[in-house]
């Protein structure tokens, strides 16, 4: 009974032995998920912040699009105003130059 007696207390040993190894492996793996599980929620957290990020910076290169278009239109009617201003003093030299020629002929 003896060696029976050994064999089980053997037996009950390594059993012992493998559930306590098994709780550190469970307990380590645990941790690592723990672990992980934070980081994850932190890189959600941060994603979301660049989300937002990326967010405004399109509205804010969309306004940015509108006002060099308007710039732009706006700078095309001055132009053009300019245009119309320098046409209305040539227009003008050209006058006095038809009244000179017609001044001369009444001669």
Do not use: P, W
Not at 6 to 21: Q, T
Not at 53 to 61: G, I, P, V
Request: charged share 30%; net charge neutral.
């Amino acid at each position: 009974m003896l060696t029976l007696y050994g064999i089980f207390v053997n037996m009950a040993n390594e059993s012992i032995e493998i559930v306590h190894n098994l709780q550190q492996k469970v307990s380590k793996l645990v941790d690592r998920y723990r672990s992980v599980k934070t980081d994850n929620d932190h890189l959600k957290s941060e994603n979301d912040q660049l989300a937002l990020q990326l967010e405004e910076s399109a509205r804010e290169m969309a306004e940015l699009k509108e006002k060099y278009n308007t710039l732009k239109f706006s700078k095309t009617i001055e132009a053009k105003s300019g245009d119309v201003h320098f046409a209305k003093i040539r227009i003008n030299q050209i006058v006095r130059e038809i009244d000179k020629c017609i001044a001369l002929l009444n001669r």
